[in-house]
């Protein structure tokens, strides 16, 4: 096995493997493992590490791997026992995966603990999170422990609760091993064991190893000095050895060292050390610098000024070496192996280099042995030196630091605290250019929070406060330059921090993104909630809680009464698709398009396992009856059940359907529904993964299937607007007609009486099941309906949808239902006038603006659809063309704010329309894989152009209005006369993609497209009609591109929030800012104050000025 450990003050980029005694076949080989430094020179305990080792090899517990935790003082061997246990071939066999270390130290709590986690789950993944909680960041950690075999996660020095439960999230099948001082930290299903002093054999073989033969009563008096501590032992053995090593007979060596340790006075050193040991470790550290001369023992009191758990490395201690001692660096590596030798410190290796580390005890005896004084001069020396590595006279500029220098970027703060160079702490911790480098090479904004937590200064404070809301979205960026624009322009909200604002852009290289209009996300929220499509909702057995998943990431917990938000569960990286309660409702299960599925504790929000593979999106998921398995229904064809305890697969089973949409167990929970995109139920048999009989049941995909509570109907969600009841064998009942658009749910009431349906004709149906005839008709939704359920009496139901509310309707009375609306106003498109001196946007409750771009005022206001505006576009005399989730197309006359046209509708959502170059057409691109040419005078169908497969998603005429470019979820690319109508080419990046976007440049050579999952944005040429150049971004989906006026750069943006500008010709990323809520249209133009780049996104239009000089 390769690997390192993760130490004290680690961040990613300080992780480098070592090879340790553990095999290296294909098997043990896993990537970017973390395992502990070679073990030098020690003592085998056998009576202890056999406890340990038993336990951990032999022991489960509520179908888990083993929890071991190794307590005990200080310095009395835990974690060279864990590294002992690691190395043995037993562990080697138990755990295929091999071993991950990690150190955690005191002083990590919180967004430090979440960032340290952070920093092994990249390292392990490639994938950093960005979430400032540590339970998220661990179950995270425990989904990538689930994704291979089961590892041994070795948790050294833990202190406080907080750590241990981050640790403990997921990854059922690996087993932890923890190391701690403090007692009670064991949880209830750890096994815990005790490591005390030595017994007297193994600190006989400990402190005589490598020595010739002693007077027995002199290493009886070393020992019973010693009293089994193995950190003194190991000084003592390292004293005795240097002595006889340069010629001294080992029994007069042994007396000299008995008499020295015998005279050394009282040290209080570690707090957690028991008293009766304190001034015994003053005296054998005495012991061991009595072989120092008085030069390096002041060298080696040098190393009292580095923190806690550190790994140092080697050329930092050169560097400081070279200021207090005048040392060449062939002297300082000499120093450093003299005081490994002598055990004082221990060799290590970061970061592709040389470092080391010192034991604690030892640091703190270090420390309390140095005058304060003296510990700030040691410091002052320290900073003098590592002004060295900036450029010169630029001593200050500590953001100059080389990016290798990560320990500094880490521990300056630290460093200057300690040298009492307080008024340059505080100007550095405040300084925008010094927070941006350490987001950068660190990962995140944690390591700027928690120095601006001990300066005491209102500047320091307002700086925080934007940091710990904004940690999320500080992340590092592919463009340097887009995490500095990020920075400022979260900066800028606070008024109080203008003049950091101005004095940091002043000093940044362009070209920059910079906010033209405030940005809308930092504006308060109307109200909690949702700020994307709710796509699924599920209320608990009991009905004392309702759940409901969204394209925004998150999962909602909320009160059924008040309809108040309980908890926010975060942790997908993409748009949840799922949710369904246990059936005693204390757990909720999630599938996201992020390809996990995420178990959450409903009493409080907190994760409590995550299964699934990243490559393949979760669509649907379910319980068993009996709440022991979690199955879900993924886009690449598999089912696939995981025991919820555990977290192992239990089985997995594929459908030659190639997507499936959903699943749901039989009451026995031997049997597995599944349905997919070839219209066919499957019905499996769990024990053997075989299919028991399928049937086809609808024309196209089928969205849901439910069982009737008392298991003898099955209800199927089609594509093509029917829903079907069968028997539980499958056989026929009744065909429920009447949605006129796709069906994306169905639900039976607790009594099987009632079936629930909803679709995207924004109606919920209700169905007697004996019958099949419609009961109701519920309307309201102003766009697709994702979900309608039951509560427990069936009184009420639960609704939610593409309009981003919430609803609960009451069954019994003819009152509206209660809503739950979003607490911002959504933007779903924008698009600048010919002149670039107004913008458009449309927003999801239907509502178009047209506002100045200068002052932002509302020039024209229309309430335009009923639902979301999903694009729009402005005509050369200044009117506007919208498209809408309603299936309406419209042109308005900006004058009158009515509509001037309506056009041919579409079955289905409308996501693109463009107006031609010349004014005269209009094109529409519609979910009923339709693309429409329109006259923009008259309203009538000029061409109607045939997708055949898949949704149209968007269009783009070229310049000369020649070609008319359409792009769908097929992954095509077409090209059409835009006269004729004739398809002229079509285009295919031959990878496996839903393009959501099309962009002509403005001269007409190239021709872009972006879509999901976001692997590049294709640059095409549209003479040769090859593509030209990919340009990697990245991420969850990109909604849309757009050319800049001059056509050299391109502008992204996508539902992570980032809109990127890149350059055409090389494709290297130029500039971009990252924004709090997904972004779902991009648009560019030249104003006469310069160019201006718009984003329309769930946190409403944000404007921005692109800088290029």
Known sequence: MRGNAIGEGSSATLIEQLVVGLPTGPQHRRRGQLAPPPLGDTAKRPQVSASATKALLSREYEGRAPVVFLEGYGGIGKTTLARQICELPRVAEQFAGGVIWTVVGQSRTGPDLASHLADICEHLSGHRPTTVDPLLVGALLGEILDEGEPVLLVVDDVWTQEQVDAFLVGGARSARLFTARNMGLAPSVAETVEVGQMTEDEARVTASAGLPALDTAVLDSLLRFAKGWPVLLGLINASLRAHVRAGGPPAEVAAWVAQLVASGGPEALDATMPPHMRATVGATVNASLDLLSADERERYFDLAVFDEDAEIPERVLALLWGVTGKLEHAESRRMISLLSSLRLVSERW????????????????????TPEHDLASRNQALVRALRTLLPEGRGDHWWLLPPRETFMLQHLPYHLQAAQAHAELVALACDPRWIASQIRHLGSAVPAVATLSGIDSARAAAIREVLDR????????????????????????????????????????????????????????????HTGPIGDCAVSPRGDAIAT?????????????????????????????????????????????????????????????????RAARALGCAWSRDGRWVAAAAGDGTVTIWDV??????????????????????????????????????????ARAEVRWSRAMHTGRIRCCAFSPSGELIATAG????????????????????HTERVRFCGFSSDGAVLATASEDRTIRLWNT??????????????????????????????????????????????PPQIVRPGRRAAGCCAFSSDGR????????GLLRLLDVTTGEVRFEAEGHDGRVLDCSVTPDGNVVTAGGDGELALWDVHTGKPRLRFVRHSGRIWGCEVSADGTRMASAGEDGVVRIHDLRSGAVLNELAHRTGHALGCAFSPDDSLLASVGDDGKLRLWDSHTGQLAATLETGREISLWSCRFSPN????????????????????????ETYIPIGGDRITSCAFSPSGRQIATCGDEGYLGVWDVATGAPLTGIRVAFPLNRCAWSATASGSVLAAAGNGGLYVFAYEEE
């Open 770 to 815: 004996a019958n099949g005839q419609l009961v109701r008709v519920l309307r309201g939704h102003t766009d697709w309906v994702g979900a309608a359920v039951f509560l427990t009496d069936g009184s009420r139901l639960v609704s939610c949808g593409g309009d981003t509310t919430l609803r609960v309707w009451d069954l019994a009375a003819e009152a």
């Open 470 to 529: 904004d940690m999320e979205i500080l992340v590092p960026e592919v463009a340097a330059s887009a995490i500095a624009a990020t920075l400022a322009s979260r900066l800028a909200v606070s008024p109080e921090l203008s003049d950091v604002v101005a004095r940091y852009l002043d000093h940044l290289p362009r070209p920059l993104l910079r906010p033209h209009w405030p940005l809308p996300d930092t504006e308060p929220a109307s109200a909690d909630g």
């Open 549 to 613: 998943a969204s394209d925004d990431r998150l999962v909602i917990l909320w009160d059924p009464v008040t309809l108040r938000v309980r908890h926010v569960l975060r942790g997908h990286s993409e748009r949840v698709r799922a949710c369904e309660f246990s059936p005693d409702g204390s757990l909720l299960v999630s599938a996201s398009t992020d390809g996990t599925v995420r178990v959450w504790r409903v009493s409080d929000g907190c994760p409590v396992n995550v299964f699934g593979e």
């Open 350 to 369: 970061c970061d592709g280099e040389p470092a080391f580390a010192v034991h604690d005890v030892l640091r703190s005896y270090l420390r309390h042995q």
């Open 719 to 738: 594509s093509d607007t029917t829903v079907r009841l069968s028997r539980a064998d499958g056989e026929p009942v009744h065909v429920l007609r009447g």
């Open 645 to 686: 305890m555990t977290g192992e697969t239990y089985r997995q089973m594929l459908s030659p359907s190639g997507n499936e949409w959903d699943c749901a167990f039989t009451a026995d929970g031997g049997g597995l529904l599944s349905v997919g995109e070839d219209g066919v139920l499957r019905a499996w048999d769990v």
């Open 1004 to 1027: 007409g050579s190239r021709l872009a497209s972006v879509g999901t999952p976001a692997t590049a944005l294709a640059l095409w040429s549209t003479a040769d009609r090859t593509v």
């Open 838 to 845: 107004q913008i458009l946007a449309g927003h999801s409750d």
